[in-house]
Nanobody, 122 residues
Framework: VQLQACGGGLVQAGGSLRLSCAAS????????MGWFRQAPGKEREFVAG????????YYADSVKGRFTISRDNAKNTVYLQMNSLKPEDTAVYYC????????????????WGQGTLVTVSS
């Protein structure tokens, strides 16, 4: 699976962005997808995950209630809707895929997109 993330940009605090991650390959619908982020000087951290059917999602506490992950298997795309953005959400956001249940450990993901930068100004 090849992944390509897009949709990042500069937004003011309180604003919204929607990230997209397009996948190539016929097996996209069988993968659990995750969004991670990495701020300068920090470890890569889990943001949100969604199982293959879209029937279960999981969020980091820091984004719960503000971010929503979804997927459209017909379009081979996973989304991250980000609302009420805060300066601390500033990071490079990555989408990733693996074929197990939702997990938060980035090393367990097999496929990664190239990252898209989100900058939230105060």
């Amino acid at each position: 699976v090849q992944l390509q993330a897009c949709g990042g940009g500069l937004v003011q605090a309180g604003g919204s962005l929607r990230l997209s991650c397009a996948a190539s390959g016929r097996t996209f619908s069988s993968y659990t997808m995750g969004w991670f982020r990495q701020a300068p000087g920090k470890e890569r951290e889990f943001v949100a995950g969604i199982i293959w059917s879209g029937g279960r999602t999981y969020y980091a506490d820091s984004v719960k209630g503000r971010f929503t992950i979804s997927r459209d298997n017909a379009k081979n795309t996973v989304y991250l809707q980000m609302n009420s953005l805060k300066p601390e959400d500033t990071a490079v956001y990555y989408c990733a895929a693996q074929d197990g249940p939702i997990i938060t450990v980035h090393r367990r993901y097999d496929f990664w997109g190239q990252g898209t930068l989100v900058t939230v100004s105060s």
